[in-house]
């Protein structure tokens, strides 16, 4: 249900234009509160993983070069450098993509980091009640 209304939310602010981005949120919220006692699931690998998807997909959409280029260079930078910088996250790669294919905007940053925040803190403070189901 937290995931249901984590979601909902997000789509009411960014619309259905920005549809991809929402897509990794989704992905985020399985892992959350399907896997929340994995690495992946992890306060700093949700929001740093995330952040590293936002910088990665930024970097590349404003880069001169071919589409299938900067696509590709956007989601390997970013597991790259989560994996660098221990925040592995693996919808965070999916971020990056949205990013670099929808476009950059300060609506999507705050919308993805509010969610990849209030994901990681019903985690946090569920904790002792979620269980891993896969």
Known sequence: MLATTALFILILILGKDKIVVISSIGATAFIVFAMPNTVSAKTRNVIGGHLVGLASGTIFYFATL???????????IAILLMVALDVE?????????????????????????????????CRYYLRHYLKDLV
Do not use: K, R
């Not at 589409?67 to 390997?76: K, T």
């Not at 993509?97 to 509010?114: G, K, P, R, T």
């Open 89 to 121: 996250h693996p919808p965070a790669a999916g971020t990056a993509l949205a990013v670099v294919i929808n476009e950059v905007s300060l609506d999507a940053f705050i919308a993805i980091m509010i969610s990849a925040v209030v994901l990681s803190q």
């Open 66 to 76: 071919p589409y299938f280029f900067e696509y590709s260079l956007a989601v390997g």
